[in-house]
């Protein structure tokens, strides 16, 4: 007698790195992504927020730090982190492994915004004066500027996020593929310090920090057997 059922955990098809989800995969993303978008905005808004009224400056930077020179092209790299949150249900390919990976970035930004107020920082680098490219470049640089705000720095949270997704599609990925999702994060870390976004320590942070989540939060509830039969 034939049976048509869906792949299982650790059947050949599930253990592809890549493939299309189905609906419901794609309706938990949608559903976690909105989750996570505005739990973000409300840690990262408000802790911003209660800096900007504080004056104390807790210096993080490296004397040396101030001779890094900036590379405006280094934000094309650094904008490659809402790739990696795109590829999220084509590469992991279940509702519970997604939610799993949500709750794993929602754990990272409470503790970063712990981490904000408890070391209230903001950049140190000489002001560029001018911009050399006025096309897609500047405009992909004032942009991400908006979206960094001005005080959150330690830990990265765009490092920590980066690399909890590389950490997390690399349990799914060949050793040539982790190697190139490493290779990934590297450049992503590289690229907050080249555009001048943040300082050594903040990105060296946010990569403990992202590893940390990966393997507290994300590892346990991905492999979970607990909860309703639409997780699975």
């Given at each position: 007698m034939?049976?048509?059922s869906s792949p299982?955990?650790?059947?050949?098809?599930?253990?592809?790195?890549?493939?299309?989800?189905?609906?419901?995969?794609?309706?938990?993303?949608a559903w976690?992504?909105?989750?996570?978008a505005?739990w973000f905005?409300?840690?990262?808004?408000?802790?911003d927020?209660?800096?900007?009224?504080r004056?104390?400056r807790?210096p993080?930077h490296f004397?040396?730090e101030?001779q890094i020179p900036?590379v405006?092209l280094?934000?094309?790299?650094y904008?490659t982190m809402?790739a990696?949150?795109l590829?999220?249900?084509?590469?992991?390919r279940?509702p519970r492994?997604?939610?799993a990976?949500?709750t794993?970035?929602a754990?990272?930004?409470?503790?970063?915004?712990?981490?904000?107020?408890?070391?209230?920082?903001?950049l140190?680098?000489p002001?560029?004066i001018?911009?050399?490219?006025?096309?897609?470049?500047?405009?992909?640089?004032r942009f991400?500027?908006?979206l960094?705000?001005?005080?959150?720095?330690?830990?990265?949270?765009?490092v920590?996020l980066?690399?909890?997704?590389v950490?997390?599609?690399?349990r799914?990925?060949?050793?040539?593929?982790?190697?190139?999702l490493g290779?990934?994060?590297?450049?992503v870390a590289?690229?907050?310090?080249?555009?001048h976004?943040?300082h050594?320590?903040?990105?060296?942070?946010?990569?403990?920090?992202g590893?940390a989540?990966a393997?507290?939060?994300?590892g346990?509830m991905?492999?979970?057997?607990?909860?309703?039969?639409?997780l699975?």
């Amino acid at each position: 007698m034939l049976r048509s059922s869906s792949p299982s955990a650790g059947s050949p098809i599930d253990d592809r790195f890549w493939g299309w989800p189905d609906r419901r995969t794609l309706r938990t993303f949608a559903w976690v992504g909105l989750a996570g978008a505005c739990w973000f905005a409300l840690i990262y808004g408000g802790t911003d927020f209660v800096t900007s009224r504080r004056t104390l400056r807790v210096p993080i930077h490296f004397e040396a730090e101030l001779q890094i020179p900036f590379v405006p092209l280094a934000v094309w790299v650094y904008m490659t982190m809402y790739a990696l949150f795109l590829m999220a249900p084509f590469v992991l390919r279940s509702p519970r492994r997604l939610m799993a990976l949500g709750t794993t970035h929602a754990a990272i930004v409470l503790v970063a915004g712990v981490g904000f107020l408890l070391v209230p920082a903001e950049l140190v680098y000489p002001q560029t004066i001018g911009f050399p490219d006025r096309g897609a470049t500047d405009t992909l640089y004032r942009f991400a500027d908006w979206l960094n705000l001005d005080y959150n720095l330690l830990p990265s949270l765009h490092v920590a996020l980066s690399v909890s997704c590389v950490a997390v599609y690399g349990r799914r990925a060949k050793p040539t593929g982790r190697v190139l999702l490493g290779g990934w994060a590297i450049t992503v870390a590289l690229s907050t310090i080249f555009t001048h976004f943040h300082h050594v320590l903040d990105a060296v942070s946010g990569v403990a920090l992202g590893v940390a989540g990966a393997r507290v939060v994300y590892g346990p509830m991905a492999a979970s057997q607990a909860g309703p039969q639409w997780l699975r």
